[in-house]
Nanobody, 115 residues
């Protein structure tokens, strides 16, 4: 059974930082493209960043220069370092794994940016 479990969300002031983690089990982590998505109420889920099995990173324009995705294949974990957070970054963040037609999602972690 594949599991993706996110952690690290919370409340932070504007300009602050958070580090999200997504620990996986039940899949060959190193072969999957891993990604972070977010979805605000009433909106479609959107890509934040993803990292390929080879380590190539891709970011949404709205987070370039502020967020960094990384992976630790030995720990089956993907991270999202979020700096210079803005109120508009407030939403639920989801971890995703993808390999050909195989796609899995975590349950999400809430990030709230507010003073």
């Amino acid at each position: 059974q594949v599991k993706l479990v996110e952690s690290g969300g919370g409340l932070v002031q504007p300009g602050g930082s958070l580090r999200l983690s997504c620990t996986t089990s039940g899949l060959i982590f190193s072969t999957y493209r891993m990604g972070w998505y977010r979805q605000a109420p009433g909106n479609q889920r959107e890509l934040v960043a993803h990292i390929t099995s080879g380590g190539t990173e891709n970011y949404a324009d709205s987070v370039k220069g502020r967020f960094t995705i990384s992976r630790d294949n030995a720990k089956n974990t993907v991270y999202l370092q979020m700096n210079s957070l803005k109120p508009e970054d407030t939403t639920v963040y989801y971890c995703n794994s993808a390999l050909r037609s195989y796609r899995y999602w975590g349950r999400g972690t809430q990030v709230t940016v507010s003073s």
